[in-house]
């Protein structure tokens, strides 16, 4: 180990890659400096639903001792303990499934393994990636909630446990945590990377999305989850197209958060970016939250079938008396109107976000709420995931509590790539 | 148990529900008569990959001991082999999982048994639901194919082994297998039947759909898998807006397929239909096999990562080196090229069916074909999977060889219920 390798587990999934691929770093020692790391947090935090250091420890032997497989090559990875793997149990935050194994992994973590990554282990969800909050606490204040669902992955990179971790957000659970960690993240358009093995709220917003420490991180983890080759994002010379988009939400945000993004969009129009403004018709999205509660529960009811059946006591009263009696109640033609309007928004979307790179847009409506009961509102986050845009968080601005904002950017559907080209030019000139 | 139910396993499901709801018949009776059938056919027929006949009557004595729970209360229910269920393995029609167990029920398993339904055991796929073929044979005619992926579940519904069986479709597993074997199918629209719990090739194509006896059993059984009341479907009195549609590839079809659907068409414009003609616009639709291609192949590539990296020696060579290998030679952007067209089309189609109760096509290119090396072509069917429509098959001729011929109904997305009613009055025109 190098000099500066004094705390590997602080480093970023790029700097640590690049650092085992030129043989300056081994995976044994940054997963044992991300087991140490987590042996002194853990009682504070609560990331992890599942940890057994023997079995990440010999992934790690086994990519030291192979040949560099892939970009993310002895790199550790949490995946949210709704992600399958063959050699884990996968509890989905319920105690229904406190015992449960998969005889494969997940497309995810079978994706991770062949590039080299090593699956640290389960980080803590929400009881089936919906509301009821699991044990974990925010990295910088244990009072807060870190987030959720995907809590115990924005945590775990947030507070220097393991530089890379998988998320879902079917509402706002992967991109709110990571405003709230002061992390990056990437939710890809939906249907890029694969849900096999990942369990299943919404087949139609459910979407894997991941954490990481820089762009660099999250690009890096894109290639290997889509199998696509790996390739550097580069800023553009020239800006990049923006739009601010306010959201019919703005007033529920902080002012903190409200005076965060205006001075983003202040310093990039400053480093020479023309911002347009994007609006949301108010005609056509007036009842956009409804819309996604109402396909949310509706699928939810029907794929949480086995639960409902078979261990419904085993359900939190949050889940079973709402989304999912919500859903069982919802008349049919309620859901396919629902649908309907959300394929209406979504091609309003596209047309409207064609010749824009980046809307920038708040990730979250502040800090990182007081309370572990609750894990924060999605209000700034639903929409998009309805509309299968990608969007990507960065850590940007503090708050009054000292704790991150964030700054979401959001990209027309399949246009990531693009998106992340933006994010890099926007990154250097905040930076700046 | 009654006067007329000497062979209750020949019973449509709609009758057999109706005689056990009225006392009139056991669940028990009921699978016995099966597991009688299937004991005495099974050499000739193998549709089977899972059955355990204690397993069954012990569910069908639970049905008989409870009250009444759903429409198809007491009724067996066959499950494709990639189907779920926490009593049974799922092997997925391959030596890598020839042990696979899972600890949950699919959605679907769930739904059937929360409705009172019996699951009989798993049927016969291909491997893994796309081409290199299983050991089921046609019913009628061993040396032909029973049609596939779903074999073993049209072929036990259609050799009087049970009344209903569920099959999933990428491509034409679904319909094509119900038009060889003269029984009811119905792929309700994409995203409507929750597919938790059933493997997935393809997220943004496979559907998951069922086989019965008559248009009453599959509504039965849709009522029941979408968790939505039971309403038997009534023919409106005045003819439904039909459309002929030959598609692209009328030139591959038998001349007594191309024959028996002028045929149904003539008669039903002489029972007082008005029967337009649907013609796919050539520009658009001309490279929509290679469009639906590039999108299962590339989907399947990564959702069969577990598979590829961990048990390549375990495919065969028709997926591995077919699909798979497409899937991964595509770049990223063929896949994004794809999907815009394919949603390009699903937008035409979207408005060429709004005023269409159903569209009347080819289920098949002809009868089974021989041999069982292949299921048969998909040309008839992969468009319509592609755009997410409802698509109906019911038995309608003979071929030259005595096989049957089916007439397949497709209606606009989320217009299932339009579509059956549509369909209830051309059955009862072509009985006539």
Redesign the interface.
């Known amino acids: 180990m190098g000099a500066g390798m004094s705390a590997p587990e602080t480093l970023t999934a790029s700097a640590a890659a690049e650092a085992i691929a030129a043989g300056r770093l081994t995976s044994e020692a940054l997963v044992r400096a991300c087991l140490g790391r987590i042996a002194a947090r853990d009682e504070a935090v609560r990331a992890w639903a599942f940890l057994d250091a023997d079995l990440a420890l010999e992934a790690a032997r086994a990519a030291d001792r192979g040949p560099v497989r892939g970009p993310l090559h002895g790199v550790p990875v949490g995946l949210k303990d709704i992600i399958d793997t ?1 050699d884990m149990p996968t509890a989905c935050g319920s105690p229904i ?1 406190s ?9 995810a ?3 991770i ?2 590039a080299g990554g090593v699956i640290l282990g389960k980080t803590v969800t929400t009881e089936f990636a919906n509301r009821h909050p699991g044990p974990t606490r925010h990295p910088m204040d244990p009072a807060r909630t870190p987030g959720g669902s995907s809590s115990g992955s924005a945590a775990a990179v947030g507070d220097g446990q393991v530089p890379l971790s998988l998320g879902t957000q079917t509402s706002g659970s992967l991109i709110r945590p990571a405003a709230y960690c002061g992390i990056w993240a990437l939710k890809p358009s939906f ?1 890029e ?5 990942v369990y ?1 709220q919404s ?2 917003l459910d979407t894997l999305g991941w954490y990481g420490r820089c762009l660099d991180d999250v690009v890096r983890l894109r290639a290997v989850l ?3 080759p790996y390739a550097p994002v580069a800023a553009p010379e020239s800006a990049p197209r923006l739009a601010l988009c306010r959201s019919l939400h703005w007033a529920e945000a902080a002012p903190e958060a409200q005076a965060a993004l205006e001075d983003a969009v202040a310093r990039l129009s400053a480093a020479g970016a023309v911002i347009a403004t994007l609006e949301l018709p108010p005609a056509l999205f007036a009842d956009w939250e409804a819309v996604h509660g109402r396909i949310a529960g509706f ?1 939810a ?10 261990a419904p006591d085993g359900l939190s009263a949050t889940l079973r008396d709402g989304r999912l009696r919500e859903g ?1 109640e919802l008349p ?1 033609e309620g859901y ?1 109107a629902a ?2 309007a959300a394929e209406a928004m979504r091609a309003w979307a596209d047309e409207a976000l064609a010749d824009v790179d980046a809307v920038l847009t708040l990730p979250a409506p502040g800090e990182a709420p007081v309370g572990l009961a609750h894990t924060g509102s999605a209000a700034f986050n639903s929409l998009w995931t309805m509309l299968h845009t990608p969007c990507l968080s960065m850590p940007w601005a503090r708050g009054p509590a000292g704790l991150p904002l964030g700054l979401q950017l959001v990209g027309a559907r ?1 246009e990531d790539e693009r998106l992340c080209a933006a994010a890099a030019w926007v990154a250097e000139r905040l930076r700046g």
Chains 1, 2 share one sequence.
């Open positions: 063959f499934w015992e449960r194994r998969t005889y494969a992994d997940s497309a973590a079978a994706l393994r062949a249907g990377a694969s849900r096999v093995g299943r087949d139609s889509l199998a696509l699928e009811a029907r794929n949480m079938a086995h639960e409902r059946h078979r069982l049919f396919v649908q309907r399949h």
